[in-house]
């Protein structure tokens, strides 16, 4: 089964800062998702991604499929911003199966 | 619309009580989730279910129990209720109709906080 790990944990920075989170994980997969919890707790899906890199306004996400790593970066960030970013893979290669969780980089952006 | 939607947001009660949280999905998505996320919230999942059938009990005690009466609707079903149950679920959903795992994007309901005192 898939193992996640992110970093940092913790991440406090003013706002217009360029941010940067990454991710590692265990087991080759096929798609790599990173989402958003909101401070009131809803969670969103962000992106999912399976090579190279995406982005979506102010936020890119990149991958290395070789290496195992991913990582998420937020340019001109903003306290809008400020919320848990999660990185997820899939448990194993079989369909249906879920996702495994990273234990979150909390991000906070101060004005 | 809401397209995954989880009642009730917030359930408090005593140990030893059963409870129910429901979840519905307008998605049309074949697979639905719960996922349980405990005070260090971290995520885990507890079952998945892929057009009404059980595909994964990730090592949830049998006080646990999913059902799933039709693909767009999966409720939790719990018994006996303890402390460490005390938790926010989440229901989500995605259209993994058999293909490579994860490849679907995850929609989540707004989550329930379970209070067990």
């Known amino acids: 089964k898939n193992e996640v790990e992110q970093s940092p944990q913790n991440l406090t920075a003013q706002e217009g800062e360029f941010i940067t989170i990454n991710c590692s994980y265990s087991?080759?997969?096929?798609?790599l998702h990173w989402l958003q919890q909101h401070p009131g707790g809803g969670i969103v899906s962000l992106f999912m991604?399976?090579?190279g890199k995406k982005k979506h306004g102010r936020l890119i996400a990149t991958i290395n499929i070789q290496e195992k790593h991913s990582s998420l970066h937020i340019t001109a960030s903003h306290p809008r911003d400020s919320a848990v970013y999660i990185c997820?893979?899939?448990?194993?290669?079989?369909?249906?199966?879920?996702?495994?969780f990273g234990k979150g980089t909390h991000l906070i952006i101060q004005p | 619309d809401t397209a995954v939607s989880q009642t009730p947001k917030y359930l408090v009660t005593q140990m030893g009580n059963d409870k129910s949280i429901k979840c519905e999905q307008n998605?049309?998505?074949?697979?639905m989730y719960w996922y349980k996320q405990d005070s260090k919230k971290f995520l885990k999942i507890m079952f998945s279910?892929?057009?009404?059938?059980?595909?994964i009990n990730e090592t949830v005690p049998n006080r646990f129990s999913p059902k799933s009466p039709d693909k767009a609707h999966l409720n939790l079903h719990i018994n006996s209720l303890e402390l460490g149950d005390s938790a926010v679920y989440f229901c989500?959903?995605?259209?993994?109709?058999?293909?490579?795992?994860?490849?679907?994007?995850?929609?989540f309901g707004p989550g329930t906080r379970l209070t067990v005192l």
């Open positions: 998605l049309g998505h074949d697979t």
């Open positions: 991604l399976s090579s």
């Open positions: 279910y892929n057009n009404k059938e059980l595909i």
């Open positions: 989500a959903s995605s259209q993994e109709s058999g293909g490579l795992a994860g490849t679907d994007t995850q929609y």
């Open positions: 087991v080759g997969i096929s798609a």
């Open positions: 997820a893979a899939p448990r194993t290669g079989g369909g249906a199966d879920g996702l495994t």
